[in-house]
């Protein structure tokens, strides 16, 4: 079980297919460290194809490509810069990746009773009553669907019906990536390996009723500004245009950074990161690396913190 570096979402939505996605701890609304970006980072990509960053010192380059959490289907970008980067690289650096082992998933899937409710979901949430008879007809579904599910485990269904509707997929663009670093025989390595188990049983056990209902607004709210919204940011990417790629709704990262332990955790992936970076720089040569674009752009984000640590930072447009 994987997941980029996008405030963590694809953990949670990885988990979802084990109808394990989670809520808040407190209705109150964790700060959003990459609500600020660093904009002189915010640079269109001046070769064809998406955005690329490069850190530098004396002896060492990595050629860092931003991405976004999801693409959807069928959408093609040009390869070519990142098939020439690949070629000779002593790595290929992923993000962090969350593990669940077969012997976690029965007590993962215990986990999900806890998202189910007896009272109908119009009653649980009833100041979302008529966004969620919006977003019911928006999505093709029956006017009782998601009911016998808590405000936070009708939003992981909502999510998934969004996705599907959508044609989001969240193995891209990784998978081509890992096809092309295969290809040039590129080892591959994760920033960070965390185990999923602990975190998920933290999250889902400590959340309340009105950090479950700020998570289900927050779906409608990514539901509610159509998949138009998705294909444009993914058109962007494609094309370097880094400001417009990251400049989608947002609003489920309410819920992301509310959950219990959830803001502590992007703080750890970030570090980790980092720390990945800086020590792939001992290392003389050049390698790739694939990370969350807002992440890299952020304020104190990767990039922010690389070079504050003194490494030479050069933007898509250099």
């Given amino acids: 079980m994987k997941h980029k570096r996008a405030g963590l979402a694809l953990t949670l939505m990885g988990l979802a297919s084990l109808a394990v996605h989670v809520p808040a701890a407190r209705a109150q609304v964790a700060d959003d460290p990459e609500a600020n970006l660093v904009e002189e980072l915010v640079v269109n990509a001046k070769l064809p194809g ?34 020439h980067r690949l070629d000779g690289a002593f790595a290929l650096i992923l993000p962090p990746e969350s593990r669940a082992g077969i012997t976690d998933i029965p007590a993962l899937l215990g986990l999900r009773n806890r998202l189910k409710s007896k009272q109908p979901l119009d009653q649980a949430a009833p100041e979302l009553a008529p966004r969620l008879a919006k977003v019911r007809a928006q999505l093709g579904q029956k006017p009782d669907s998601y009911n016998g599910w808590s405000p936070l485990g009708a939003g992981m269904m909502i999510g998934i019906d969004y996705q599907k509707q959508a044609r989001l997929d969240g193995g891209e663009p990784d998978r081509t990536v890992l096809r092309l670093a295969k290809k040039h025989r590129v080892k591959t390595r994760s920033a960070a390996i965390y185990k999923a188990a602990p975190m998920v049983k933290t999250v889902v056990r400590g959340h309340s009723e009105a950090a479950g209902r700020l998570c289900l607004e927050g779906v409608l709210s990514e539901v509610e500004a159509g998949t138009g919204a998705v294909q444009t940011a993914a058109q962007a990417w494609t094309q370097g245009d880094v400001r417009v ?16 332990g959830m803001s502590d955790m992007e703080q750890r992936a970030t570090a980790d990161e980092v720390s990945a970076l800086a020590e792939a720089l001992n290392t003389p040569g050049h390698a790739v690396a694939l990370f969350s674009m807002r992440g890299l752009v952020a304020e104190n984000g990767v990039l922010d913190q690389l070079r504050a640590k003194g490494f030479t930072v050069r933007t898509p447009g250099d």
Wanted: contains cysteine.
């Fill in 50 to 83: 998406p955005a690329w960053w490069r850190v530098s010192d004396a002896d060492t380059t990595l050629y860092i490509l931003g991405t976004l959490t999801a693409l959807p289907k069928g959408v093609r970008w040009d390869t070519s810069v990142l098939d």
């Fill in 245 to 260: 790629a990251i400049g989608g709704p947002r609003n489920f990262q309410r819920c992301i950074r509310s959950l219990p």
